[in-house]
């Protein structure tokens, strides 16, 4: 499975952004996603995923403030960032599992994409 992230891009305090993963090479639908994030001179960090029947969890940090979604039809999962703030600066990445529960194992993980809030 190949999964790449867009939408990664420099934006100030407060501002909203969305990110996008198109997957390819493996049935979305039958998968759990997730994105995962990690700041300079930090570990990865879960911040939201979705189970293959629509279930979400997010991090204490983004909850409220992000939405994560998918669009099995077009191999597409999306997360939408509202009210960014500095600490959110952090490469992210698109993960796929390999159950349809996200309690499972990680199968796959994008290259990342960047994104500052800096004013």
């Known amino acids: 499975v190949q999964l790449v992230e867009s939408g990664g891009d420099l934006v100030q305090p407060g501002e909203s952004l969305k990110l996008s993963c198109a997957a390819s090479g493996s049935a979305l639908h039958i998968h759990a996603m997730g994105w995962y994030r990690q700041a300079p001179g930090e570990q990865r960090e879960l911040v939201a995923r979705?189970?293959?029947?629509?279930?979400?969890d997010y991090s204490d940090s983004v909850k409220g403030r992000f939405a994560i979604s998918r669009d099995n039809a077009k191999s597409m999962l999306y997360l939408q960032m509202s009210d960014l703030r500095p600490e959110d600066t952090a490469v992210y990445y698109c993960v796929q599992y390999y159950s349809a529960s996200f309690s499972g194992q990680i199968e796959s993980w994008g290259q990342g994409a960047q994104v500052t809030v800096s004013s």
């Open positions: 979705i189970s293959a029947s629509g279930s979400t």
